[in-house]
């Protein structure tokens, strides 16, 4: 209702009483000033539920965001999961049917321990959850108390995946040689062996990887990260 609505019954009630009563008009300009300071308030109450409205849809605008972002990081590390997932299982199903590998694991192995177990489950859990800082820090971790552990390749796959996802491509690169290196007979070999090829590619060393690439196609023919391997080559041209 606006403040000149408001005052009509005053107003009315002025003219009907002709202002020939001093005592009535000063009743009549107090009654104007207290509907005056009650349309203040009103508009006062007005503008700050106005101001708080739009604070509530801002911030349910940013929690959606938010939402939306953690549900995308999510996808995209339970993709990544699923990717190693498979390419691991390529490279076992490869191992049993007798597949072209090199044959010893310089690195002496010592039994997994239950504490060993939960420290590396840990890690991994932290890696799946999209936290590839603290993923790579309880890698590391535990690399340094196990560093006989027969999960010394897998968790070295895991800590170049973390450096690779957060961009670090030449410290993922150094991690992946540390497997081809150290842990020729692992499960892990040949995917790291592609994934350090697809630093190089990251790197912008185009004749590094395409190197790289050419040894898995030329070694490994037949075996998934081979495919993939000729994948990349093919987008690149050749």
């Known amino acids: ?110 039994a997994v321990s239950a504490e060993d177990e939960r420290a590396f489950n840990a890690a991994v859990l932290d890696y799946n959850r999209g936290n590839y800082p603290l993923a790579a820090e309880g890698l590391d971790l535990f690399l340094k108390t196990y560093p006989q552990t027969t999960k010394r390749a897998e968790a070295l796959f895991f800590l170049g995946l973390c450096h690779y996802n957060q961009r670090a491509f030449d410290k993922a690169q150094a991690t992946f040689d540390r497997i081809i290196k150290d842990h020729a007979a692992s499960p892990q070999f040949l995917p790291a062996k592609l994934k350090r090829a697809q630093c190089f590619l990251k790197q912008g060393l185009k004749p590094a990887a395409v190197k790289a690439f050419r040894e898995l196609v030329d070694g490994f023919s037949g075996s998934a990260e081979a495919r993939t391997a000729q994948q990349e080559l093919s987008d690149l041209g050749l």
């Open 1 to 110: 209702m606006s403040t000149r609505t408001m005052m009509l019954p005053v107003l009315a009630a002025l003219l009907a009483i002709g202002c020939n009563s001093e005592d009535q008009l000063r009743r009549v300009e107090q009654e104007v000033g207290d509907l005056k300071l009650e349309v203040f308030k009103l508009r006062q109450s007005v503008e700050e539920g106005n101001k708080r409205a739009q604070s509530d849809q801002q911030a349910s605008a940013e929690a959606r965001g938010q939402d939306r972002r953690f549900q995308a990081d999510l996808q995209e590390s339970l993709r990544q999961v699923q990717d190693t997932t498979r390419v691991l299982n390529n490279r076992l199903n490869s191992q049993s049917r007798g597949g072209s590998r090199p044959v010893a694991d310089p690195q002496p192995s010592a």
